[in-house]
């Protein structure tokens, strides 16, 4: 059974740093390609970064440069390092994954940006 579960969110002041953590169960995590998404009230979810098996690395072009996406396969973790946070990266953050075509995500974790 596949499990994704986050953690690390909350309330942070423009310009702080949060680091979000994804616990992965139930899958070859290894050999997985780990991504992150969000969802802002009212808005679709869409998608921020994404590391590969090998440890390559993609970024959403409203992120790159302040957010750093890392795993550990032996724990089976993947973060997002965030940082220079904006009142519109208010979201809730996904750790998704796609076993056998089908997607997974976690239930979510909940970062706001507000002074």
Not at 67 to 90: G, H
């Amino acid at each position: 059974q596949v499990q994704l579960v986050e953690s690390g969110g909350g309330l942070v002041q423009p310009g702080g740093s949060l680091r979000l953590s994804c616990a992965a169960s139930g899958f070859g995590f290894g050999s997985s390609i780990m991504a992150w998404f969000r969802q802002a009230p009212g808005a679709q979810r869409e998608w921020v970064a994404a590391i590969a098996s090998d440890d390559i690395t993609n970024y959403a072009d409203f992120v790159r440069g302040r957010f750093t996406i890392s795993r550990d396969n032996a724990a089976k973790m993947v973060a997002l390092q965030m940082s220079s946070l904006k009142p519109e990266d208010t979201a809730v953050y996904y750790c998704t994954v796609n076993v056998g075509g089908i997607p997974y995500s976690g239930q979510g974790t909940q970062v706001t940006v507000s002074s």
